[in-house]
T-cell receptor
Framework: AQSVTQPDIHITVSEGASLELRCNYS??????LFWYVQSPGQGLQLLLK??????LVQGIKGFEAEFKRSQSSFNLRKPSVHWSDAAEYFC?????????????FGSGTRLSIRP | SAVISQKPSRDICQRGTSLTIQCQVD?????MFWYRQQPGQSLTLIAT?????????ESGFVIDKFPISRPNLTFSTLTVSNMSPEDSSIYLC?????????????????FGEGSRLTVL
């Protein structure tokens, strides 16, 4: 069965520091991979997605993620975080054929920013 | 993209009562999805609402507890019935991106801002 693991429940980084949020997936075929962000009191917003092609994908707000098939990972990165990046981040996996009902979300990583 | 509005944004409810959450989309969509996000947890799909047919519920969720209406292609409601404190959650409405990439659905979801329910 497909699954998504976000091993870090909570991460704190200093403003201006680099960030990497980990995501590992278990999937039988080439997955569709997503990162969503949920700011306090808000719904989820898509940061970026990977379907195929270049394994390094660029997203909004200066985020990027790299798909590594050999490691079954899709880690999210940002070279310099801003205080407004404090939020909950969710990794998700789908197959691109089924409806969105088949998308599996990870448990989330809460990001705090130290001034 | 799609713009989704949910009402209410938050509410405090008494045990045993029911509350209906409304979801309005700014475009016509075939499927609408209802998720539950319990405190500190990830998203769990409750059901898929199709216009003109009964909703499809995921394992662990039943129609008697979470009745859903889908009267047209832009609107849906989710009712949380006979609430208990365990129903305290954020309930999110979502729709799927209608665009296609190489003939396949992108899988991207658009979300409303959520309805935060607290049951006392």
């Amino acid at each position: 069965a497909q699954s998504v693991t976000q091993p870090d429940i909570h991460i704190t980084v200093s403003e201006g520091a680099s960030l990497e949020l980990r995501c590992n997936y278990s999937y039988g075929a080439t997955p569709y991979l997503f990162w969503y962000v949920q700011s306090p009191g808000q719904g989820l917003q898509l940061l970026l997605k990977y379907f195929s092609g270049d394994t390094l994908v660029q997203g909004i707000k200066g985020f990027e993620a790299e798909f590594k098939r050999s490691q079954s990972s899709f880690n999210l990165r940002k070279p310099s975080v801003h205080w407004s990046d404090a939020a909950e981040y969710f990794c998700a996996v789908g197959d691109g054929y089924s409806s969105a009902s088949k998308i599996i979300f990870g448990s989330g990583t809460r990001l705090s920013i130290r001034p | 993209s799609a713009v989704i509005s949910q009402k209410p944004s938050r509410d405090i409810c008494q045990r045993g009562t029911s509350l209906t959450i409304q979801c309005q989309v700014d475009s016509q969509v075939t499927m609408m999805f209802w998720y539950r996000q319990q405190p500190g947890q990830s998203l769990t799909l409750i059901a898929t609402a199709n216009q003109g047919s009964e909703a499809t519920y995921e394992s662990g969720f039943v129609i008697d507890k979470f009745p859903i209406s889908r009267p047209n292609l832009t609107f849906s409601t989710l009712t949380v019935s006979n609430m208990s404190p365990e129903d305290s959650s954020i309930y999110l409405c979502s729709v799927e991106d209608s665009s296609r990439a190489w003939g396949r659905a992108t899988g991207e979801l658009f979300f409303g801002e959520g309805s935060r329910l607290t049951v006392l």
